[in-house]
């Protein structure tokens, strides 16, 4: 399968999707995590793109997407990755699909509702909830974030800190973004409603088998030092998926800017081709 280069727009549900399609080959869907952009993705995109079709999207109310209409949820957002392939013009291919930080419970999602269209399945630094739960019913943290995005926009807040925190956190150009309203409400709504997406998966992952046959990866951010309670966390959860395990270090949570080639490696290992069913060839970490 061959593309070319392209990048704009796409309806979803009325929301126009901010969308760039990259690169020749077999096709991939890279996930960013919670408030993150496409371009999060820029570094790893240029390592795929001589091998895979690159597809990168950006959530409702992220990036240059259009504002977020109702609450995600893990369900949604696994239909989202399949609407936008079929909007795209790659309706029949079947995607290794990479997930980062929450990102990665969506993509997870993806993997167990469309079997049919996963060829592979790559989990980077991915969120990891043993025992979810959430202290609030979700309609009344719903409506509160809504309240507080629109309190904390109002008083321009956005704007005055917004830009400096996200080069703070990672440089890039595209630092405008985060001045704005939009990228704000929609990233507090996925943070107040990350609760709610950790069950959701644990109630898909006990009903819904991933895929047999389909390579699944774990890939883990170290610093190379300190406390490794969270590489314990994401080893478990390699574990319980029966999925190939390495690390990236040293590397901080956002794996793809820190260690691209890495990240690029694991996700042309997990599409090259299906492994038979059994049990997964664990790297150290």
């Known amino acids: 399968m061959t593309t070319f280069v392209q990048g704009g727009f796409v309806r979803v549900e009325?929301?126009?999707?901010?969308?760039?399609?990259?690169?020749?080959?077999?096709?991939?869907?890279?996930?960013?995590?919670?408030?993150?952009?496409?371009?999060?993705?820029?570094?790893?995109?240029?390592?795929?793109?001589?091998?895979?079709?690159?597809?990168r999207f950006d959530r409702p109310g992220l990036g240059l997407s259009g504002h977020?209409?109702?609450?995600?949820?893990?369900?949604?957002?696994?239909?989202?990755?399949?609407?936008?392939?079929?909007?795209?013009?790659?309706?029949?291919?079947?995607?290794?699909?990479?997930?980062?930080?929450l990102a990665g419970f969506h993509a997870e999602a993806f993997a167990r509702l469309y079997p049919q269209r996963t060829e592979g399945l790559v989990l980077v630094d991915s969120s990891v909830e043993e025992r979810p739960r959430t202290l609030l019913p979700r309609g009344v943290r719903v409506a509160a974030t809504r309240a507080c995005g629109a309190l904390l926009c109002a008083t321009g807040l956005p704007r005055?800190?917004?830009?400096?925190?996200?080069?703070?956190?990672?440089?890039?150009?595209?630092?405008?973004?985060?001045?704005?309203?939009?990228?704000?409400?929609?990233?507090?709504?996925?943070?107040?409603?990350?609760?709610?997406?950790?069950?959701?998966?644990?109630?898909?992952?006990?009903?819904?088998?991933?895929?047999?046959?389909?390579?699944?990866?774990?890939?883990?951010?170290?610093?190379?030092s300190g406390p490794h309670r969270w590489l314990d966390r994401q080893r478990r959860l390699a574990h319980a998926l029966d999925?190939?395990?390495?690390?990236?270090?040293?590397?901080?949570?956002?794996?793809?800017?820190?260690?691209?080639g890495e990240v690029a490696r694991a996700v042309l290992a997990a599409g090259a081709s299906p492994r038979p069913p059994g049990p997964a060839a664990h790297c150290p970490g």
Do not use: K, N, Q
């Not at 969308?19 to 952009?37: D, K, M, Q, R, Y």
């Not at 999060?40 to 793109?49: E, F, G, H, Q, S």
């Not at 704005?180 to 009903?207: F, H, I, K, N, Q």
């Not at 999925?243 to 691209?260: E, I, K, N, T």
């Open 14 to 55: 009325g929301v126009p999707h901010h969308v760039e399609v990259t690169g020749t080959g077999p096709v991939c869907v890279l996930g960013a995590g919670l408030g993150l952009g496409w371009f999060d993705w820029d570094p790893v995109a240029a390592l795929l793109a001589p091998h895979r079709t690159v597809v």
């Open 68 to 101: 977020a209409r109702v609450a995600p949820t893990v369900r949604g957002e696994a239909e989202r990755i399949l609407r936008v392939l079929d909007a795209v013009g790659l309706g029949t291919a079947r995607v290794t699909v990479v997930g980062h930080s």
């Open 243 to 260: 999925a190939a395990f390495g690390v990236a270090a040293p590397s901080g949570h956002l794996v793809m800017r820190d260690r691209p």
């Open 160 to 224: 005055a800190v917004g830009p400096t925190l996200r080069r703070l956190t990672a440089p890039t150009p595209w630092a405008w973004l985060y001045g704005g309203s939009r990228v704000w409400r929609a990233a507090l709504m996925e943070y107040v409603t990350y609760g709610d997406a950790a069950r959701e998966l644990a109630a898909l992952r006990r009903r819904l088998p991933l895929p047999r046959g389909v390579p699944v990866t774990v890939l883990a951010a170290h610093p190379g």
